[in-house]
């Protein structure tokens, strides 16, 4: 079974500090994202990769960085935590002949205060 | 921009009944949509898609429909379920390269 693993199901952090936040997937996906969900808004890309060590931004980039150093494992950053990036974090894998069929982990939902 | 939009924020439908989703789409480069489906606690599953050479397509009790005139998707399910309930969100592809941007999402209740 396809499996997409996030760290934390919950998270709060405070202004300014520094944050990461973890993916793994276990399927050999080649390709990797990050999406934000916020009510009335869907989901938002703020990054996705294609290989290891590759990225590319998406729709809503700033305020975050991520990290693909493993196949498996994306991770996203924020350098420096704000209220307004208090969300819901999605993961998601994709392999190169699987379309747009995305799998997703159970997100994280990150609160800033 | 263009976006892809819901009639609907809310969807209550009677277990065995028919429930039919509706999505808007403004973008006419796209030539590819997906259903995603959403439970509590979850995140999105792939329900089915469909590219713009097809008007239809049907998966299991799950059809979608595609008005490129009129830039109108939608998602019925057939004999509704509780296990329906959810959040249903469409998504376009606007060409090879481009990325999927997704609607806000409907949310589908089930009552007994």
């Known amino acids: 079974d396809v499996k997409v693993t996030q760290s934390s199901r919950y998270l709060v952090k405070r202004t300014g500090e520094k944050v990461f936040l973890e993916c793994v997937q276990d399927m050999d996906h080649e390709n990797m994202f990050w999406y934000r969900q916020d009510p009335g808004l869907g989901l938002r890309l703020i990054y996705f990769?294609?290989?290891?060590?590759?990225?590319e931004k998406g729709d809503i980039p700033e305020g975050y960085s991520v990290s693909r150093e493993k196949k498996e494992r994306f991770s996203l950053i924020l350098e420096s935590a704000s209220t307004n990036q208090t969300s819901m974090y999605l993961c998601a894998s994709r392999s190169l002949g699987g379309g747009e069929k995305l799998f997703f982990g159970s997100g994280t939902q990150l609160s800033v205060l | 921009g263009e976006s892809v939009g819901l009639h609907l924020p809310t969807l209550s439908v009677q277990e065995g009944d028919n429930s039919i989703i509706n999505c808007a789409y403004s973008?006419?480069?796209?030539?590819?949509f997906i259903w995603y489906k959403q439970e509590s606690g979850k995140g999105p599953q792939f329900i089915i898609d469909i590219r713009s050479n097809m008007d239809k397509r049907q998966g299991q009790r799950v059809t979608v429909l595609l008005n490129k005139t009129v830039k109108h998707l939608s998602l019925q399910i057939a004999a509704t379920q509780p296990g329906d309930s959810a959040v249903y969100f469409c998504a376009e592809k606007p060409g090879s390269w481009g990325k999927l941007q997704f609607g806000a999402g409907t949310q589908v209740v089930v009552t007994p």
């Open positions: 990769s294609y290989d290891v060590k590759m990225k």
């Open positions: 973008n006419s480069a796209s030539d590819y």
